[in-house]
Every structure is written in structure tokens, then in C-alpha cells.
């Protein structure tokens, strides 16, 4: 196996990691760190976390540089201001109230590699580098328009002209976007239309293709701010090293209720497959929410889901390094992590307060795969 996992407890913090390991120089962590003690104040809750991730780049993970990272937290208003300050790592950071259920106040989940160059590109967006490739990242966008729709425009006409600033458009490049919106059952609406309607203007259509996304609920320290946006590109990609996720035995394209993003995005190179699942739920191929009011059995169903679009790209569970669920109903929250524990119980996971975007809907998951290849016709990772 190229992937394995394992727990490390620091002082008052626990960082469950994942790495995946093909031989060559590019070793790729997932690692989510928790804080042990939940009746610390937010300082020493964030001291805690920081100082697991620092211990780890300097022990366990040497040589393993921050990709991308992003913050959970309780109370963003209180707390975003000295996560900001406390952080200083060269990556993009996507900071949001998303509160762990645990009952702490903050966790971290954190994607580092080795062997890459990491640099901050004219356009604001932070560049990862290997051979070819520019890996092109960036966290906790955000503006203060008029209402959600207004500011979901204003997101993706900046990140486009960013993009425009290192060559690349948002349909040839972007393969991954997360957008959290304050309020999602009143604000979810505004995203929708101002999203399908630049994508429109972009070529994005359900006859060419949408982006691999997560839609949910978050909030941004101002509460002024109805949509915040991380968002993950790639320079140098061909088309013929991207493909599409659709498993629809399972599950309706995403346009049958009239949203603009796909199932799931596989992105091939000669040595590794990385696989980004959107966030997915209980749905069944005809749009219709399976077993309304029943966490236990939407659980099951949204597992069986990304299974089904993890198989259409040659993955299985034990090739995904971590996972997030975001959970509407806190109190749901003893019955879903006891799931989780039973059936990946060694597998690096956050669950969130989150609610989806459909009241119907109790419980979400997002994870991404990566799995080793050999296919000499593409360029190395």
C-alpha cells in the first residue's frame, strides 16, 4: 500500500496524519490536528494546535512544506484575528466558523508535500511548483457587496482575472472550489444565480463542464460577509489529464435542479491519480433526498455515494487520506461520529457544524483520493 495512517499525541493537542508515499520525491500529507483539552480558552486551544503543527514539520513530517490549510473554528468573530496573526506559514489559509463538534473550540486540517517550491504569485494566489506544474491556491476570499449574489459575482470575476494573471482560465485550470455562505438556508439562492451565470459567460455549461465544489453553510469573522471563497488550480494542466464523476446509478447531474458544479473531479499524471469528491449527501439519482429526517440511514446513503464516485475513478476508501462531514443539527452529532468511528476508524476526519445546502439534507461529506498510477504518456505529479 502507498498510503498509510497514524495518531500523534502532543501536549494537549492529537494530530491524526496520512501519508501517501509512491517512492518518488514528492511524499504528500493529510493531517488533521485536534485539540485534547476542550475547557482551554481559545489561546491556549490555538497555541495547542500551533504548536502540534510545528512539532510535526519539525519532526515526523520533516521536509514537508504547507500546501493549503484551513482553520475550523467556534466563534470567528472572537477568534479569527489571532488565528491570523498566530500563523505565519507561507500557504493559502481558509479561515472559517465551521465549530468542531468535538466540542473544542477550533481544528485544523492541513495538506503538506515534499519537494515543492512554494512562493506567493503577483496575482495573489499562492503558487506550489513541481516539474511542470503550478499549483495555484487560495484561502478566505471574500468581499463586502450588496447581498449573496452580488459578492458570489464579484468572487469569481477577481479570481478569473487572477487566473487570467498566470495564463489560465477558470474552465481549462480550476478543479476544486469551496464556497461557505453565511445564513446558506436564505443565501444559498444568491450564490446559485450569480454561479451558473458566470460560468455560463465562461463556457461552463452541462455540454462542456462544471468545477468540482462544496456549497455550504460558514461563517466569515464579519458577519457582513454572506460568502467567502478558497478555491485550487492547476498551470500547466491538459485536458486530456482531467475527467469527470458523475455515478449515476447513484446520483442526477447536478443541473436537474439547477446548480452548476460536478460530482467529482479525477486528475491523472504518470505516477498518482488525485480525485476531489464535492460535497455529497443523500441523493438519489433523481435529485430526490433519501430518508428524510434520518441521520443515520442519510449517513449510509451519502457513504455509499462517494464510494460510487470514488469506483468511477478506480478508488476505494482506502485510498482517501482524510475526510470532512459537516452535520446541520449538532445533536445529531454522538450518533454520526460513532458511524464514523465503526467504519473508518483509523481514518483522519473533522466533523463540523455545517448545514447543507437543502434543509433535507442532515449530513454532508467532502473528501479527496490519491492513488498511485503508472502511465508513462503524462507528465510526472
Not at 32 to 56: D, W
Not at 287 to 301: A, F, H, I, L, S
Request: charged share 20%; hydrophobic share 40%.
Amino acid at each position: 500500500m502507498n498510503q498509510y495512517h497514524t495518531r500523534i499525541d502532543f501536549e494537549n493537542a492529537c494530530a491524526d496524519v496520512s501519508c501517501f508515499d509512491n517512492g518518488t520525491e514528492v511524499k504528500e500529507y493529510h493531517a488533521v490536528i485536534r485539540v485534547a483539552q476542550k475547557r482551554l480558552p481559545f489561546s491556549k486551544q490555538l497555541e495547542a494546535v500551533i504548536g502540534a503543527y510545528n512539532h510535526l514539520i519539525e519532526g515526523q513530517l520533516s521536509g514537508a512544506q504547507a500546501v493549503f490549510k484551513r482553520y475550523f473554528l467556534s466563534d470567528a468573530a472572537n477568534q479569527a484575528d489571532e488565528v491570523i496573526v498566530s500563523d505565519v506559514t507561507d500557504c493559502a489559509k481558509s479561515i472559517i466558523q465551521q465549530a468542531p463538534l468535538d466540542g473544542t473550540k477550533i481544528a485544523l486540517w492541513v495538506w503538506l508535500m515534499t519537494g515543492v517550491q512554494t512562493s506567493m504569485t503577483e496575482s495573489g494566489l499562492y503558487q506550489v511548483s513541481h516539474g511542470q506544474f503550478r499549483h495555484l491556491w487560495n484561502g478566505s476570499a471574500h468581499n463586502m457587496a450588496a447581498n449573496s449574489e452580488y459578492q458570489t459575482r464579484l468572487l469569481f470575476n477577481e479570481y478569473n482575472m487572477q487566473l487570467l494573471q498566470e495564463e489560465c482560465t477558470l474552465e481549462a485550470n480550476c478543479i476544486r472550489t469551496w464556497l461557505f455562505v453565511n445564513d446558506v438556508d436564505l443565501n444559498y439562492g444568491g450564490v446559485v444565480r450569480a454561479r451558473n451565470q458566470f460560468f455560463f459567460t465562461q463556457g461552463l455549461t452541462i455540454h462542456t463542464h462544471f468545477i468540482a465544489s462544496t456549497g455550504i453553510g460558514g461563517k466569515q469573522q464579519d458577519p457582513n460577509v454572506l460568502t467567502q471563497m478558497d478555491n485550487y488550480a492547476i498551470a500547466g494542466i491538459q485536458k486530456d489529464q482531467i475527467r469527470y464523476l458523475y455515478a449515476s446509478t447513484h446520483l442526477n447531474r447536478t443541473s436537474d435542479y439547477g446548480v452548476s458544479f460536478e460530482r467529482g473531479t479525477a486528475v491523472d499524471y504518470a505516477d498518482r491519480r488525485h480525485v476531489f469528491i464535492s460535497g455529497t449527501a443523500s441523493i438519489n439519482n433523481k435529485g430526490e433526498v433519501m430518508y428524510p429526517k434520518d441521520v443515520e440511514n442519510q449517513t449510509r446513503r451519502m457513504w455509499d455515494n462517494v464510494e460510487a464516485l470514488l469506483a468511477e475513478a478506480e478508488c476505494t476508501y482506502d485510498d482517501v487520506p482524510m475526510l470532512i462531514v459537516y452535520l446541520r443539527d449538532v445533536a445529531d452529532y454522538d450518533l454520526v461520529s460513532s458511524l464514523f468511528a465503526e467504519r473508518f476508524p483509523d481514518k483522519p476526519l473533522v466533523i463540523v457544524h455545517a448545514p447543507v445546502c437543502r434543509t433535507g439534507w442532515l449530513v454532508e461529506m467532502e473528501c479527496m483520493a490519491v492513488k498511485a498510477i503508472n502511465n508513462p504518456a503524462l507528465p510526472n505529479f
